[in-house]
């Protein structure tokens, strides 16, 4: 009767330490994806804050010229170095977004980006923030420091719905490649990193 009750109750220490240990883990594992929620949803608000405070800044330069314009007490010199950086602002948001907009069409129309530069990936992407920043947030929320050139393999499998053989073509590269990239962009999963 001694040793039932001895086992008995060994048994019901094991049974508690194995709930406080798995509590624990259920608790860490609850933090841990908390803290990934609070981190994208921080980038995604950082992505939107950098766009407001170009277009703001513009608008500051742009507001500024127009005060000065009235008052009449500035000199030329500070006038025209502050045309000038507004003009050069305004053409190289103008020439990223026209690039961005010919290269996309260019996809559009079954191009491929055999001979684009690393500056033509970010003109796309830029360009297509405009179209759909939201479809862009959605991807910085479920993957985790994409690429440009990965960015574009998405944006075409789940946006344009383009397939695997397709966006191949697209990027001028081999079905071996395709699943390369594949395989790299699913290392980069959110919710798979909280799993392991």
């Not at 440009?148 to 079905?175: C, N, W």
Request: proline content about 1%; cysteine-free; hydrophobic content about 35%.
């Amino acid at each position: 009767e001694i040793q039932n009750r001895y086992d008995r109750e060994e048994r019901e220490r094991v049974i508690h330490s194995y709930r406080l240990y798995t509590g624990a883990l259920f608790v860490i594992f609850l933090l841990i994806l908390t803290v990934f929620i609070f981190y994208h949803k921080y980038k995604a608000a950082k992505t939107r804050r950098n766009l407001l405070e170009k277009h703001l800044l513009v608008n500051e330069y742009s507001n500024r010229l127009d005060e000065m314009k009235l008052s009449q007490s500035v000199a030329n010199k500070e006038l025209n170095s502050l045309r000038q950086r507004v003009s050069k602002m305004k053409d190289r948001e103008i020439e990223v977004l026209s690039n961005g907009k010919l290269l996309y069409e260019s996809i559009m129309s079954n191009g491929n980006t055999l001979y684009w530069s690393s500056r033509d990936f970010l003109d796309f992407l830029e360009y297509f923030k405009l179209i759909d920043l939201k479809f862009i947030n959605h991807l910085d929320s479920k993957y985790s420091n994409l690429s440009p050139r990965q960015y574009l393999f998405l944006i075409a499998v789940e946006h344009m719905e383009k397939t695997d053989s397709e966006v191949g073509d697209i990027l001028a590269i081999s079905a071996g490649s395709v699943r390369s990239i594949k395989s790299r962009i699913r290392s980069k999963r959110i919710k798979e990193r909280i799993d392991d």
